[in-house]
């Protein structure tokens, strides 16, 4: 669908805000527009449509305008949105509901190392029950063949004994796997 700025009224479809309604729980149809959660968000300039525009497409039905947008993968879920909306309006977890769906459906991510970083972080937390940074870096390094961008910030951090070397696991690693099963499993298919 091709959405032109127009001066005629653009039509509501409430499907697809129904459908984050009841996947989410959160009630997107409440937004009256104040930009109170795009004036507090950090990353909103680094996104092509900012919180409260999400909430407009969500508004128009634009499914495919979002789950292709940079902005489902530049949200870090601060959850300052949440936190200054009157409205109480949880985007944050709207925007991993698209984030879901848009893997689920294979569209194609106009910020891919955001979404690599997303896998090797969350097959980290499946390994060791906690993020170990070292496997979790060398594990972005090699699959994304970024091998010396941010090297000196890490060697900094390694030598600062912030980077420990070898990982540990947490207690309950079995429950873990089990939550992994039932979820990220469903949306990856078990592949990182
Ligand atoms: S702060 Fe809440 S009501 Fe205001 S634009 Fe954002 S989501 Fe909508
Ligand atoms: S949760 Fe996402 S959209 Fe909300 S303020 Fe933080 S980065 Fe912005």
Redesign the pocket.
């Known amino acids: 669908m091709d959405y032109q700025l127009t001066d005629q009224p653009v039509p509501r479809d409430p499907a697809f805000a129904n459908e984050i309604i009841e996947a989410t729980g959160v009630r997107v149809d409440r937004c009256y527009q104040c930009m109170t959660?795009t004036l507090?968000?950090?990353?909103?300039d680094a996104m092509d449509f900012p919180?409260n525009q999400?909430m407009r497409l969500i508004d128009l039905g634009a499914e495919e305008v979002l789950l292709s947008s940079r902005t489902i993968w530049?949200?870090?879920?601060?959850?300052?949105?949440?936190a200054r909306c009157p409205n109480q309006i949880d985007?944050?977890a709207v925007?991993d509901y698209l984030r879901e769906k848009a893997t689920a459906k294979g569209v194609a991510v106009p910020e891919a190392r955001v979404q690599l970083l997303h896998r090797v972080f969350a097959e980290n937390i499946r390994s060791f029950g906690k993020v170990h940074e070292a496997t979790m870096l060398m594990a972005y390094k090699l699959k994304s063949r970024d091998f010396f961008s941010d090297m000196g910030i890490g060697l900094k951090l390694f030598l600062k004994g912030k980077i420990p070397l070898f990982p540990s696991k947490v207690k309950g690693m079995d429950e873990i796997k089990r939550i992994f099963e039932k979820t990220y499993d469903q949306t990856f298919g078990g592949k990182s």
């Open positions: 959660c507090g968000c950090p990353v909103a919180p999400v530049m949200c870090v879920t601060c959850e300052t949105c949440f985007t944050a925007m």
